[in-house]
């Protein structure tokens, strides 16, 4: 029912869908969905981003374009907007050098930077930014797009009561749709958070 509406909403009516991190790599569901969109008017388009070059193939298309990763200089502003209050790095020279070292091991990743960037906002000593540069966690294997070390790296430095919070969440499958006042009462009925 819900293609169908769709369907007659976008007839004759030119659009620009943007399908965001798209995992699902089942070629009938691609179908399905795309017999709804292709009554849209002439020059509409649909642009999809996907880490899964499977994803891709199944939706046809152009070409991919493969995003590059960040240079250091962008990897460095985008950290430095998440690390520091306002974005604004110039109060602490000592910071500023250990947060370029750290921007050296996020290899140009931008979930990487805001994470670890995020992590760091609220730790205003030298040793809090070194520990995190010093981490054995950046030696661990890591996936194809070595993201791992820094997440983990911030799942680490949450208090313990979000880390429960956090890993509850891996009991849903992939893709669940978390109705969030429900997750809420879910998490203050097994007493991870008081009312």
């Not at 007839?11 to 790599?25: A, G, I, M, Q, Y």
């Not at 797009?145 to 009561?161: C, E």
């Amino acid at each position: 029912m819900i293609q169908e509406d769709l369907s007659k909403k976008l007839t004759d009516k030119r659009f620009l869908l943007v399908l965001d991190d798209v995992w699902n790599e089942d070629p009938e569901k691609w179908y399905t969905y795309h017999r709804a969109l292709v009554t849209g008017g002439k020059g509409s388009r649909i642009v999809v981003t996907t880490r899964n070059k499977n994803v891709g193939i199944v939706m046809g298309g152009m070409a991919p374009y493969y995003l590059n990763q960040l240079s250091d200089d962008d990897c460095w502003y985008l950290f430095r907007s998440y690390a520091f209050v306002d974005g604004k790095s110039i109060e602490d020279p000592n910071l500023v050098r250990i947060g370029m070292e750290i921007v050296k091991k996020l290899k140009g990743l931008p979930l990487a930077a805001k994470a670890i960037g995020s992590l760091l906002y609220s730790k205003d000593t030298e040793d809090d930014w070194e520990n995190v540069l010093r981490s054995e966690i950046w030696e661990l294997p890591s996936d194809k797009n070595n993201i791992l070390p820094a997440l983990r790296l911030s799942y680490n430095h949450l208090p313990p009561v979000l880390k429960r919070c956090f890993a509850f969440c891996s009991v849903f499958h992939k893709d669940y749709v978390f109705e969030k006042d429900r997750f809420v009462q879910i998490w203050m009925a097994l007493g991870f958070i008081q009312p």
